[in-house]
């Protein structure tokens, strides 16, 4: 499959090879590229000649001379750090100057705000924005992840690993501020949609974060958590331009448990029994023995010599099943070809895109099994996008965008309830558990049993190698359809000048169907006598299935009707005036579980500005929700903005350190209508079965369920945004943006409920009585230069901190004795919980019998009685009894308070480099439980366990990173201040290294350009977590890991 892509590649590119051009009549055209605010001429402007492969530079005076064989010329002048131009000469002009604008000085410059686009100087809300150029530097496969750290207040974690076909991220927009729906609202092309997973970057022209009232006030009840807008490209006037992109990756995982072997394993398990107080060791010296040396007693000379040895290696193994499990590299391979350009009446873009990721599961082949269980995930993106002007004032457009994408994994039907996530954690879990000594993981032949039958561990469920080949697969096959058809007309010729309409129907629909074959297989024990090395096999399960065809399926569409009005005239010159009013309609539709609803409203905007300095603007959304009681639907949420732009001033005129300053402010309100799963909150949810009281009633009877509130409304955001945009020397722009945000409404549970009243307190009405506040500030910096007329420089960094504050959640007070009376209130949603660890010995250990005694004689423990070695809690309230009382804060909230992203380009002739780091800070989660703790299963150990406390290593001054092991759950495994751990990180997200080839070599071949490129994402981590096996972006500690890559790749245009 992949060996036929690259062929067909290659074809396309030699038949495009060798294509030619017929000549014409040569013209010269030359001038000179100054600055418009210095005057200082430019080196090193790109001079193009639009539609064709003919351009130049401009020399370090500024000046270019070109030849073209084209009668009707158009000039694109292109810059770092500078708005493009476009020239078009007159019949016979030889001659042209231009003055470039400064990017952050450019009135041109047009940024998507919600249901239009504004003049980047008016604009007036918090709004950032990040174009494709610096998206295609990832070789992530969604875009979620490549947004990471590149807009201020945008937080995006992979939270869930990188799973094929499973590999989303969790967002946030300037953190959260409830605790119900969080994510922002994400529209692709002007409709909400949420495929922001599965979109390609290739046919993405910008993205742009909506942050404060002003800029979300118009998408009403769904506004609060911030707004997404994902922008299309399209087609231009001009010659076709066909661009091809070619990368291929090998992935591993950024973090990996290191190899115990057997003996380390029997050690430390032995060490464990120890410090529990058992005197026998689970494995003797002897058995040691003889898995240091399995040949241990055999005689080489006897002619049975070769067959013992197997049998004695299988015995007494010394496995790495995780990395027999586990491919240390996988493939990744993404190949996208798209065309654009048009004519005065229709343009087009064009977009084909092709991804593999190969998982990185060692399953046995598809040959052997007949059936294919790895991981594995295919994804076809399509997009058409297409502008045809049915006279010049009346335009419709047509976008299309669809992807289909199929995922493989092993079969999950017995495992996990068929969730497909859990099943996949299980497996990776047992594949760095179980243990080196376990002989397996199938039956060998001479002991009665059928040779490659399923080995089980014996102390799981099941056997992680029947997990991932020999119960079936799972075979997912996901599809996406989203259309958009409109129509703007342009009124004004028709009524009066700047007036425009616009209607536009989408019709969205998703489908997934899923074939899973399920089969069972005998299961056996292998029971090895470390006496008399005798090697036997106990059935375990004797059932056995052929492998069972099973297909299910399940749909979901969406309508969107929008029609709008717009209007924008400037009077005298200097009197700006916009507006739009918008009426817009969602209806979803499912044929599976979830239940449709529609959102129904008007967004509105009036906007004013005088003489570029002094602005103003209204938004206004009136929006209805079926998520709750027909006469509780329906909102108004209004907010105001205003903007200076002091350099537009006369004072300011010609300084040439401030060449842009702008202040802003807005106030509004929006609301937030995500609820949760729950649909009819405002009803009463009542059943027949056995009557209220249970087994003693006869017959039918009804069972009160949850009890409904028509009261129940959405959540209100009341936000506050002060902001200063201002450049420096024209190199240099600085935003920053400082929010307040008081979130309330929130929709709760009642916590305060005496138990005693008659109705369980899971059923008891849900009420808007929540509150949160949330703060922060942002700031946004880039620089752009060009030293000299072959050496370039771009930094752009982004920092955005947020601190929420829970105001009120209904939960009970707790007595003056409790150390802290609240957990929720004052303090940040997802605040850790637990105890603290008295240091005040040096170590936090309890490193002798003694000390341990005196300890105990005036303390004790309420959840167990603790060890040597074991960890010392702090008795905060001073009553001689560490319990639930003492629980104290630890650490930072689970959603991080600090955002960050930098980057470095440099550019030096043909080569470019570029590097992006991105990080989150205070930010903290437990990580307890499996694949931290040591007495899971019969000892589930990995290298940090080898420096437990012991008493000789706290006698020899030995470095010390775990508490006294143990095989059972002691007083040190449960929340606190050692495995609530810091997960503020650092990465380095994206590398690149590339060089443009000569475009006078190219042209020869009929190339436009083409560039060779090597990259890397996720290379480099720095963080502050305790165990060197965890990954701070992944929540799960036994989840499918993070994945780093290795990027080689190649872009022409033709």
């Known amino acids: 499959m992949r060996d036929l892509n690259f062929r067909c590649l290659f074809a396309v590119v030699c038949c495009l090879f060798v294509c030619s051009g017929t000549a014409y009549a040569q013209k010269v055209i030359s001038g000179t590229v100054t600055d418009s605010l210095s005057g200082a001429t430019l080196p090193g402007v790109s001079v193009n000649v639009r539609g064709t492969l003919e351009g130049v530079s401009t020399d370090i005076d500024g000046n270019f001379e070109l030849q073209t064989e084209q009668e009707e010329v158009v000039l694109v002048f292109s810059y770092i750090g500078y708005a493009e131009k476009q020239v078009t000469l007159s019949e016979g002009q030889s001659t042209v100057n231009v003055q470039l604008t400064s990017s952050s000085e450019s009135l041109d410059q047009v940024v998507v705000v919600g249901y239009g686009q504004q003049k980047k100087i008016s604009v007036t809300g918090a709004v950032s924005s990040v174009q494709t150029e610096e998206l295609r530097q990832s070789s992530s496969a969604t875009l979620a992840s490549a947004l990471a750290g590149r807009l201020p207040g945008l937080t995006s974690i992979q939270s869930g690993g990188g799973q094929p076909g499973r590999d989303d991220a969790t967002m946030y927009l300037r953190g959260a501020a409830t605790t119900n729906g969080q994510n922002p609202l994400i529209l692709i092309d002007g409709v909400p949609r949420d495929n922001i997973r599965t979109i390609d970057a290739s046919e993405v022209a910008s993205v742009t974060v909506l942050k404060d009232a002003s800029a979300t006030a118009v998408f009403g009840v769904r506004g609060a958590n911030g707004v997404i807008l994902i922008t299309t490209k399209r087609g231009e006037k001009g010659k ?251 009124l004004s010729g028709a009524i009066t000048p700047g007036l425009s309409v616009k209607g536009m129907i989408s019709y969205d629909s998703k489908a997934t169907t899923a074939m899973q074959g399920e089969k069972s297989e005998r299961l056996y024990l292998a029971q090895v006598n470390y006496e008399t090395d005798e090697l036997s096999y106990a059935t375990k399960r004797s059932d056995e299935r052929l492998l069972t065809l099973v297909k299910g399926a399940d749909s979901r569409y969406n309508i969107n009707l929008q029609a709008s009005a717009n209007y924008a005239r400037t009077f005298n010159e200097k009197h700006d005036v916009g507006g739009m009013i918008l009426f817009q309609r969602d209806n979803w539709e499912t044929t599976a579980g979830e239940i449709p609803f529609n959102v129904v409203g008007i ?94 009633s006869r017959g039918q009877g009804v069972n009160q369920g949850l009890l409904g509130n028509p009261a129940i409304t959405w959540e209100v955001a009341e936000k506050q945004n002060y902001g200063i945009d201002m450049s420096l020397f024209q190199d240099l722009t600085i935003a920053v943006d400082y929010f307040v945000e008081n979130r309330s409404k929130i929709l709760i549970s009642r916590n305060t409920v005496p138990e005693f009243q008659g109705v369980p307190l899971g059923n008891i009405p849900k009420v808007n009585w929540g509150i949160v506040d949330n703060s922060g500030f942002e700031i946004e910096l880039s620089y752009n230069k060009m030293l000299n007329k072959d050496l370039s420089l771009q930094v752009n960094g982004n920092y955005g901190y947020n601190h929420n504050t829970v105001k009120f959640m209904d939960e009970p007070i707790r007595n003056d004795a409790y150390a802290y009376r609240y957990r929720n209130t004052g303090y940040s949603l997802g605040q850790a919980w637990g105890y603290k660890i008295d240091y005040s010995n040096g170590n936090g250990y309890f490193n002798s019998q003694e000390e341990l005694d005196a300890y105990l004689a005036n303390t004790e423990y309420g959840f167990g009685t603790p060890r040597v070695g074991d960890f010392i809690y702090q008795d905060l309230t001073g009553d001689g009894v560490v319990n639930d009382m003492d629980i104290a804060p630890i650490g930072y909230s689970n959603i991080p308070r600090e955002t960050y992203g930098f980057a470095l380009s440099l550019g030096y002739k043909a080569f470019d480099f570029s590097a992006f780091f991105q990080g989150v800070g205070k930010y903290s989660s437990n990580y307890g439980a499996q694949g931290v703790y040591e007495y899971i299963i019969q000892g589930t150990y990995f290298d940090y366990h080898k420096s437990a406390w012991t008493p000789e290593r706290y006698q020899n001054g030995e470095e010390i990173t775990y508490p006294a092991l143990s095989t059972h759950s002691t007083t040190n495994h449960t929340a606190n201040d050692f495995f609530i751990m810091n997960r503020s990180y650092l990465r380095l997200r994206n590398i690149e290294l590339a060089y443009t080839v000569s475009a006078d070599l190219l042209k020869k071949v009929g190339v436009r350009s083409m560039r060779i490129y090597a990259g890397g994402q996720n290379l480099f981590t720095w963080d502050k977590l305790r165990m060197g096996h965890l990954d701070p972006e992944n929540n799960d500690p036994i989840g499918y890991p993070v994945t780093k890559m290795m990027t080689f790749g190649i872009n022409a245009s033709f």
Not at 302 to 311: F, H, Q, S, V
Not at 457 to 477: H, K, Q, T, W
């Open 240 to 490: 076709t331009e066909l661009n091809i992109s070619l990368d291929q990756s090998y992935a591993s995982f950024t973090r990996e448990p290191e190899r115990l072997h057997s003996l380390e394993y029997m050690a430390l398990r032995n060490e464990a029994a120890l410090n529990d107080g058992i005197t026998t060791p689970p494995f003797s010296e002897e058995v040691m023995a003889k898995y240091a040396n399995p040949l241990l007693g055999l005689d080489p000379n006897d002619p049975d010599y070769e067959e013992k040895a197997r049998i004695r290696r299988y015995m007494y193994p010394d496995h790495d099943y995780y990395r027999e499990y586990i491919d240390r590299y996988t493939p990744q391979t993404r190949i996208n070809v798209n065309a654009s350009g048009g004519t005065d009446k229709v343009s087009f873009f064009v977009n084909a895109a092709f991804l593999h990721q190969g998982g990185n599961l060692n399953t046995e082949p598809e040959s052997e099994l007949g059936y294919d269980p790895s991981s594995w995930m295919n994804r076809y993106n399509f997009r058409a996008n297409l502008d045809y002007n049915i006279t010049p004032r009346l335009k419709s457009f047509l976008n299309l965008g669809s992807y289909i994408e199929q995922v493989n994994m092993p079969a999950a039907w017995l495992y996990g309830g068929g969730d497909t996530n859990w099943m996949m954690r299980d497996l990776l879990y047992q594949a760095q558990t179980i243990l080196p000594i376990t002989p397996g993981p199938t039956t060998i032949e001479g002991f009665g049993v059928e040779p490659g039958q399923i080995v089980d561990p014996g102390y799981m469920d099941r056997s992680a190698f029947e997990i991932m080949n020999r119960m079936g697969y799972r075979n997912e096959l996901r599809s996406n359809l989203n259309s958009t058809l409109g129509l703007e007309w342009d």
């Open 603 to 696: 967004a509105a905007r009036a906007t004013y500005g005088y003489d570029n300095r002094y602005l103003a603007e209204v938004n206004i959304g009136y929006n209805g929700s079926e998520q709750f009681a027909p006469d509780k639907r329906f909102g108004f949420f209004p907010a105001v903005s205003a903007g200076w732009v002091i350099s537009n001033e006369e004072f300011m005129a010609g300084n040439p350190i401030i060449t842009s300053l702008k202040l802003r402010a807005s106030y509004g309100k929006v609301g937030n209508d995500k609820m949760g799963n729950a649909r009819f909150l405002y009803q009463d949810n009542i059943t027949m079965g056995g009557g209220p009281l249970g087994s003693l």
